[in-house]
Structures are given as structure tokens and as C-alpha cells.
């Protein structure tokens, strides 16, 4: 008796077929062909992206970005969502409010805030100064720690939502049965809590990750001109060079090299699932 | 290898510290740059110092007269509506045919719909561009409200599914056994009792849609300004402190429409 499944999801994916997947082929088809008409077939752009030293460390910079700035936020994140599942259901309450305040405020003002607390007369250089910590005001914005001390902050949320959601699901009673049989809260934690909250982590850090390396209002405010990753290349050959076909090839890549970490990881997260038993 | 009562009431207390600083930290760290920011806008002075020199309103004041971030925040402001409208109903039809399907079809689409969230949007702009031009059109308002729904529409999806992941199907029989049509069961069954995951997922790419810069950067036309790139502009050229102001009303604005899902829908319900 129920209405046909199939039907339901016609609309959307027409939308898709005709707006997502059939965009992404003209992308791929343009970054295979010389100019912007399309009319050769050629692996230039490939070549040209992966034998120019500038164009490949992008790259290497980007992915390695994302991997410092998800760290950052699993070591934060971690013990937030672990108090969080712990809290009596009002305090979930507000703590689950407070990390998702910052991922529902527009992203170039949580941005901005930065800048008025990294700058060199900001915030976080008068108390360095105040404290004697530093002479000379820190360096901070247009810095690869700033970007990645921003990332954190701007991409927490996503961390801490699921592994709360996996760390709310594990039965107490199993902590409870460590600790009975003499293991110590660190060991319960190390060999218990979070192997089981492992998908989690893992859903987390996929989240995280792809956020942090195609977050282009993040590295472009903080990183300024010079620190330039993925998609301020892209913008930069599409808009600022005119080149549609070079940045057509690097969209390809730096879209294949999200996929593939986020492969990966879910490949890590299969294998944890079954080590974990959950 | 039994630890002596003493000891493991120390590491029970070490592991509550080094976690509760951790968090503490984080909480701090997550809040506190919002906060800066919203008191600086209230600043007396020219420049973004904190703390500020004096409080008053002069800068919210001088919103009054900026027309070109006044129309820029109409234009936003109407492409998420209607990038909301849309998301929500081919959202919510998607999300049925997802949660009931058992098909692999339902399965790809379910990863197909939810591919926009982890892809660069960057990518997805620049190649919705290209697309455009190749059609022989140029970015206008529609082409532009349909690049935002394809990546707001995977927030409407996760909550709406997770929604109906929860509902009875013996509430559904009932209704069908006592003569409720599809349509009927659906309008007085099912969407009463989705209604919340519905309505937090609408929020969500409301802000999202809002909020979006890389998908306007390709798809909004020149005469377009759109004020989350309006705003990227201002804060890359001068940092005007009327950016400052129109931060604070975004803030605030956020928070009133936070605490009015969170009553309505229970929005940290839905988002965990």
C-alpha cells in the first residue's frame, strides 16, 4: 500500500543528473581539451599541473592542511563530545547548543571574528605582550598555524556531533564491566570507549576533513595571497587567469584527491568496525 | 595486576581533568571568537580594537545608509528562501523514497544526494559555470538558487531521513486499514511526526544557503551581489567597521532563529 518509492526520488535526482553529474562531465571533458571551445583532446593540463613543482606542493600543502587541522580537532573535539555524552540531558542540551552555534553562524563572519583576535594588534598579541610572552607582536594572520587554529575552531562541530552520536549508543554497562574487572578509567577509555566509538571518529574525520580542505573563505581571509591552497588555485586560474581548461584539471584533481582520503578513511572505518565489534 | 583503591580513584580524577580542560578549552575556543566579535561591533571608535574604545551604536547606525549591502543582504536573503522552498520539497519527497526504497537505486541515490556535502563546492561552482556558458546562458537568480540547492538539499535529506527512521509503520498501517489514502496519510500521519527533523534540516539550509560563497562566486551575475561575498570582499580590501556591525546583526540574528528552532523543532535533538 505504499506509494511507489522510485517515483518519489524521480524529482531530485533529475536535478542532480541535469545539475551535479552533467556540470562535473563538462568539467571533466573541458580539462581534457586545449582551450576553452574543447574542440582538441589533449592531457596537457594534466601534465602541466603535475610536472610544475608550484602547481603539485598546492596540492600537498591542501592535503596535508586538512590532516594538521582534523587533528586539531579530534584532540579538542574528542573530550567535548565524551563530557557531552556524560552530561545530565539539560547539559547535553547546551553544550550540543554551543558547538553547533558556531557551525550555524555564516562562516566569513566567524572568519572575521579571527581576524580581529590574530591581527598584530589583536586580542591574542596584547595579552602575549602583556604577559611579557613576546617582545614583538606575533606574526599570526597570513600564517599556516593561524589557517589551521581557524579551521579547528570553524570545523569543530562537525567532529563532535558524530562521535556524541556513537559514544550516546555504547552501553554503559560495558564501561562499568571494565572498570569491575580492575581497569583503570585511562585503560577503559584506551581499550573500551574508544575502540567502540570509532566509527565516529572516523564519520568525524571525514567530515572534518573535507571541509577544512575545500574551506575557501577560511584559507583565503586567514592564509591571505600568499599561503595558497586547492580552491584559491582554482579561483585563481578561472577568474584571475582565464585559463577555464587548467582550472578545470585542477578541480578534477583536487575533487579525485578528496575522494580518495575520504576512501580511505572509510576503509580505515570498516576495518575499525570490525576490530571494535560494534 | 590490581591498582591499590587509591590509585584509581587518582586516574579517574586525572582522566576527568585532562579531559574537562580539553573541553573547557574547546568551549571557550568555539564561543569566544563570536562573542569578541559582537562586542567589538558596539565599538565607539574607527578601528576594530578589543576591548573597545567606548560602546555605542554608530555603527549599526550607519547601516541605515549602506544601500549596497542592503541590497546585497535582500538578495541573499531571497535566494535562501527560495533555495529553502525547493530543498524542503524535493528534500522530503527524495528522503520518503530513500527511507522506504530498499532498491540499490535508492541506495546510489542516497550517495549521490549526499555527494555535494564532501566535494569541493568550489569544484561544483566553477563546473556549474562552464556548464551554463556551454548551454549558451549566463548566471542569473534561478541558475544560481538551483547550484544552492544541490549542495543545501543533503542537510534537508539527513535530518528528514533520520526523522522517518524513527516512525512507527504500524502507525502508517493503521491509517491505511482505517481508509486513509496515501495523500491523507501522509498529510495528517507522517508529516506531523517528521515535522521537527523536517524543520531543522529547512533551517539548516536556509543558513547554509545564506552563507554560501563558493557556489555565488561562479553563479551570481554581475549585477547580483550577493553579502556573504560582499562581505569576503570588504574584509580582503578594508576592514571597514561596518562590516563589524553587519557581523553583529547576522550574529544575533543566527542566535534568535537557534533558540526559536530549538524551541520549535528541538534543533540539538535533531542535530545529534
Request: charged letters at 10%; one cysteine or more; glycine letters at 6%.
Amino acid at each position: 500500500m505504499t506509494s511507489s518509492p522510485t517515483a518519489l526520488l524521480l524529482p531530485l535526482a533529475a536535478l542532480f543528473v541535469a545539475f551535479f553529474l552533467a556540470p562535473l562531465m563538462v568539467l571533466l571533458a573541458l580539462s581534457l581539451s586545449a582551450d576553452t571551445a574543447g574542440t582538441s583532446l589533449t592531457a596537457a593540463n594534466y601534465l602541466k599541473f603535475f610536472t610544475d613543482r608550484f602547481n603539485y606542493s598546492i596540492l600537498w600543502d591542501t592535503l596535508l592542511l586538512g590532516v594538521k587541522a582534523t587533528l586539531v580537532c579530534l584532540v579538542f573535539g574528542y573530550p567535548i563530545a565524551w563530557i557531552c555524552a556524560r552530561a545530565s540531558a539539560r547539559w547535553q542540551s547546551v553544550l550540543v547548543f554551543l558547538v553547533i552555534l558556531p557551525i550555524l553562524t555564516s562562516v566569513v563572519v566567524r572568519t572575521f571574528a579571527w581576524i580581529v583576535i590574530l591581527g598584530r594588534q589583536g586580542v591574542l598579541n596584547q595579552v602575549a605582550l602583556a604577559l611579557r610572552i613576546t617582545q614583538e607582536p606575533l606574526r599570526l594572520l597570513y600564517t599556516e598555524p593561524g589557517v589551521i587554529m581557524v579551521l579547528a575552531q570553524v570545523q569543530m562541530p562537525l567532529m563532535v556531533l558524530p562521535i556524541l552520536a556513537v559514544l550516546t549508543k555504547i552501553d554503559p554497562n560495558l564501561a562499568d564491566a571494565s572498570r569491575v574487572l580492575g581497569a583503570g578509567e585511562w585503560r577503559t577509555l584506551w581499550r573500551v570507549t574508544l575502540p567502540l566509538s570509532l566509527p565516529g571518529v572516523i564519520a568525524g574525520c571525514i567530515l572534518t576533513y573535507s571541509a577544512c580542505v575545500t574551506a575557501f573563505v577560511t584559507q583565503t581571509l586567514i592564509g591571505g595571497a600568499r599561503l595558497i591552497y586547492m580552491p584559491l588555485h582554482i579561483y585563481q586560474q578561472a577568474i584571475g587567469a582565464n585559463n577555464w581548461p587548467f582550472a578545470a584539471a585542477i578541480s578534477v584533481i583536487f575533487m579525485i584527491a578528496v575522494l580518495a582520503a575520504v576512501a580511505l578513511l572509510t576503509l580505515i572505518g570498516r576495518k575499525s568496525e570490525t576490530y571494535g565489534g560494534a | 595486576m590490581a591498582a591499590p583503591r587509591h590509585a584509581i580513584d587518582w586516574e579517574a580524577l586525572s582522566l576527568r581533568l585532562i579531559f574537562g580542560a580539553l573541553a573547557a578549552i574547546a568551549i571557550v575556543f568555539l564561543v569566544g571568537p563570536t562573542l569578541i566579535m559582537l562586542l567589538t561591533s558596539f565599538t565607539a571608535s574607527q578601528s576594530l580594537k578589543f576591548p573597545p574604545d567606548g560602546l555605542s551604536l554608530r555603527w549599526y547606525l550607519a547601516l541605515l545608509d549602506a544601500d549596497q549591502m542592503q541590497a546585497a543582504a535582500w538578495n541573499s536573503l531571497v535566494v535562501a528562501f527560495w533555495t529553502t522552498v525547493l530543498s524542503v520539497v524535493l528534500g522530503t519527497a527524495a528522503a520518503l523514497g530513500i527511507a522506504r526504497g530498499r532498491s540499490a537505486l535508492a541506495r546510489a541515490c542516497d550517495v549521490l544526494f549526499m555527494s555535494p556535502l564532501l566535494l569541493p563546492a568550489l569544484a561544483f561552482g566553477f563546473a556549474a559555470l562552464i556548464f551554463i556558458h556551454k548551454l549558451g546562458f549566463s548566471p542569473n537568480i534561478p541558475f544560481l538558487v538551483l547550484g544552492h540547492v544541490v549542495v543545501c538539499v543533503p542537510f534537508v535529506l539527513r535530518t528528514t531521513i533520520a526523522a522517518l527512521s524513527q516512525l512507527d509503520p504500524a502507525l502508517l498501517d493503521a491509517s491505511y486499514s482505517l481508509g486513509g489514502g496515501r495523500l491523507m496519510t501522509f498529510r495528517r500521519v507522517t508529516l506531523p511526526l517528521i515535522a521537527p527533523g523536517l524543520g531543522a534540516g529547512a533551517f539548516l539550509a536556509f543558513m547554509a544557503s545564506f552563507d554560501n560563497v563558493p557556489v555565488s562566486l561562479f553563479l551570481a551575475d554581475e549585477r547580483t551581489e550577493m553579502l556573504p561575498i560582499h562581505l569576503w570582499q570588504q574584509i580582503e580590501t578594508n576592514l571597514d567597521v561596518r562590516t563589524a556591525a553587519v557581523s553583529g546583526l547576522i550574529v544575533m540574528f543566527t542566535l534568535l532563529l537557534m533558540l526559536l528552532a530549538e524551541r520549535l523543532a528541538g534543533l540539538t535533538r535533531q542535530m545529534r
